[in-house]
């Protein structure tokens, strides 16, 4: 029995917006940091660290391909660029980061979308970008 492909999906909690990639990563990563603060208050001669705050950062790199798609705007990757940077802008009336959820298979990781870089790689003769790899990072609290 072949067990069917699971692909990742990054969702706009916030907006209910899903985009499934296409291809799986290959890697991502987790990086975990606390921000100590430092207490002299007690009688001991070394200072007393204390946790301030915990933050979680996830990064992955992501292929994106629209060479299977017809010419016409759904060539465009830019398209689906565009729709994850309106992901990093700020509820209008809150200013609040929107939640951003990367789930694949059992893993979850969610948090605001911190950091995005685009990397263009291919494009069509009339200059339309068709290829890219983007790293993306969603920062978190633990």
């Keep these: 029995m072949t067990e069917k492909l699971v692909k990742a999906v990054l969702s706009c ?5 899903h985009i499934e990639v296409l291809w799986n990563p290959s890697r991502y990563r987790i ?13 001991q001669p070394t200072a007393q660290f204390q946790v301030a705050s915990s933050i979680e950062n996830f990064s992955v790199d992501l292929f994106i391909d629209t060479t299977e798609n017809s010419p016409g705007p759904q060539r465009d990757a830019r398209k689906l660029l565009n729709e ?8 209008p009336k809150t200013f609040r980061a929107k939640k951003v959820l990367f789930s694949w298979g059992p893993f979850r990781f969610t948090g605001a ?3 995005l870089n685009e990397e263009w790689v291919r494009f069509d ?18």
């Design 31 to 43: 990086q975990r940091q606390n921000q100590l603060g430092s207490s002299h208050l007690s009688a």
């Design 13 to 17: 909690l916030d907006t209910q917006e």
């Design 84 to 91: 994850l940077v309106s992901w990093m802008q700020p509820h």
């Design 113 to 115: 979308l911190e950091n």
């Design 125 to 142: 003769p009339d200059g339309t970008p068709v290829r890219a790899w983007i790293q993306l990072v969603l920062k978190g609290r633990s």
